[in-house]
Protein backbone atom coordinates (compact mmCIF):
# COMPACT_ATOMS: atom_id res chain seq x y z
CA UNK A 1 0.00 0.00 0.00
CA UNK A 2 1.30 3.61 -0.80
CA UNK A 3 0.35 6.31 1.76
CA UNK A 4 -0.19 9.58 0.28
CA UNK A 5 0.29 12.61 3.03
CA UNK A 6 1.61 16.07 3.25
CA UNK A 7 3.26 18.39 6.45
CA UNK A 8 0.06 18.96 7.64
CA UNK A 9 -0.34 17.58 11.05
CA UNK A 10 -3.83 15.99 11.06
CA UNK A 11 -3.18 14.91 7.45
CA UNK A 12 0.01 13.35 8.96
CA UNK A 13 -2.27 11.20 11.93
CA UNK A 14 -4.92 10.48 9.86
CA UNK A 15 -2.46 8.82 7.84
CA UNK A 16 -0.30 7.05 10.87
CA UNK A 17 -4.27 6.02 12.13
CA UNK A 18 -4.74 4.07 8.52
CA UNK A 19 -1.35 2.73 8.45
CA UNK A 20 -1.93 1.05 11.90
CA UNK A 21 -5.12 -0.14 10.63
CA UNK A 22 -3.69 -1.69 7.69
CA UNK A 23 -0.64 -3.52 9.39
CA UNK A 24 -3.80 -4.87 12.51
CA UNK A 25 -5.66 -5.87 9.26
CA UNK A 26 -2.84 -7.98 7.91
CA UNK A 27 -2.26 -5.78 4.68
CA UNK A 28 0.85 -4.31 5.87
CA UNK A 29 3.84 -6.03 7.05
CA UNK A 30 5.61 -4.96 10.17
CA UNK A 31 8.61 -3.27 7.89
CA UNK A 32 6.32 -1.75 5.79
CA UNK A 33 4.69 -0.68 8.27
CA UNK A 34 7.77 0.99 10.30
CA UNK A 35 8.76 2.41 7.08
CA UNK A 36 5.59 3.80 6.28
CA UNK A 37 5.54 5.45 9.81
CA UNK A 38 9.11 6.55 9.75
CA UNK A 39 8.04 8.58 6.45
CA UNK A 40 4.94 10.27 7.40
CA UNK A 41 6.81 11.42 11.00
CA UNK A 42 9.57 12.37 9.13
CA UNK A 43 7.41 14.36 6.59
CA UNK A 44 5.18 16.12 9.61
CA UNK A 45 8.53 17.24 11.78
CA UNK A 46 11.08 17.46 9.73
CA UNK A 47 10.70 21.71 7.78
CA UNK A 48 13.43 20.67 5.36
CA UNK A 49 16.24 22.51 3.43
CA UNK A 50 15.25 25.46 1.19
CA UNK A 51 18.07 26.47 -1.06
CA UNK A 52 16.89 29.70 -2.03
CA UNK A 53 16.79 30.60 1.84
CA UNK A 54 20.73 29.29 2.59
CA UNK A 55 21.99 31.61 -0.44
CA UNK A 56 20.04 34.53 0.45
CA UNK A 57 21.61 33.98 4.21
CA UNK A 58 24.75 33.18 2.33
CA UNK A 59 25.11 36.19 0.91
CA UNK A 60 23.65 38.70 3.53
CA UNK A 61 26.59 36.84 5.89
CA UNK A 62 29.23 37.86 3.02
CA UNK A 63 28.08 41.34 2.26
CA UNK A 64 28.08 41.38 5.95
CA UNK A 65 31.75 40.30 6.35
CA UNK A 66 33.00 42.91 3.42
CA UNK A 67 31.58 45.50 5.23
CA UNK A 68 33.05 44.78 8.59
CA UNK A 69 36.38 44.43 6.84
CA UNK A 70 35.90 47.75 5.33
CA UNK A 71 34.85 49.41 8.78
CA UNK A 72 37.94 47.97 10.29
CA UNK A 73 40.39 49.42 7.50
CA UNK A 74 38.96 52.91 7.74
CA UNK A 75 39.15 52.77 11.96
CA UNK A 76 43.19 51.13 11.20
CA UNK A 77 43.89 54.16 9.12
CA UNK A 78 41.65 56.79 11.68
CA UNK A 79 44.61 55.19 14.41
CA UNK A 80 47.48 55.99 11.62
CA UNK A 81 46.22 59.54 11.19
CA UNK A 82 45.76 60.10 14.82
CA UNK A 83 49.29 58.61 15.73
CA UNK A 84 50.74 60.60 13.10
CA UNK A 85 48.92 63.93 13.83
CA UNK A 86 50.32 63.12 18.03
CA UNK A 87 53.29 62.79 17.29
CA UNK A 88 53.93 65.60 15.04
CA UNK A 89 52.57 67.55 18.01
CA UNK A 90 55.22 66.03 20.83
CA UNK A 91 57.86 67.61 18.66
CA UNK A 92 55.95 71.14 19.42
Given at each position: ?????????????????????????????????????A???????????????????????????????????????????????????S??
Open positions: MSYSYNTNYATADAALKGAAADLKAGLLSQEAYDDTVNILGAKYEKGFDQNQFETLLNKLTGSKIRQGRAAGIEQRKGAYAGGLAGMMNF
